[in-house]
Nanobody, 121 residues
Framework: QVQLVESGGGLVEAGGSLRLSCTAS????????RGWYRQAPGKQRELVAS???????NYADSVKDRFTISRDDAKNTVYLQMNSLKPEDTAVYYC???????????????WGQGTQVTVSS
């Protein structure tokens, strides 16, 4: 079993900051965090920020220069630092990763349970 546990969401005023964390645990041989996604009510899930195994990052235009994705491989954790938050950032945020549970298994996709971020105007 592999679990992804997200934390750090909450209610914040516009202009404020939040830091999301996503930690993987369980039967893990190798882990590759893919990124953070979000889904607002009535909208499709969208990619917010991604990070490669080498640390290269990519951001949605709507969050560039405000959000920063980072990873701590020793802790099996990926972070999303969100600054200058706007009401349109309100959504449920999900982390995504690929896990190989043994040296002989193929990679499988895993998602966290989601953490609510609400930005008030």
């Amino acid at each position: 079993q592999v679990q992804l546990v997200e934390s750090g969401g909450g209610l914040v005023e516009a202009g404020g900051s939040l830091r999301l964390s996503c930690t993987a645990s369980g039967s893990i041989f190798s882990l590759n965090f893919r990124g953070w996604y979000r889904q607002a009510p009535g909208k499709q899930r969208e990619l917010v920020a991604s990070i490669t195994s080498r640390g290269s990052t990519n951001y949605a235009d709507s969050v560039k220069d405000r959000f920063t994705i980072s990873r701590d491989d020793a802790k099996n954790t990926v972070y999303l630092q969100m600054n200058s938050l706007k009401p349109e950032d309100t959504a449920v945020y999900y982390c995504n990763c690929q896990v190989r549970r043994t040296p002989w298994s193929s990679s499988a996709d895993y998602w966290g349970q989601g953490t609510q971020v609400t930005v008030s105007s």
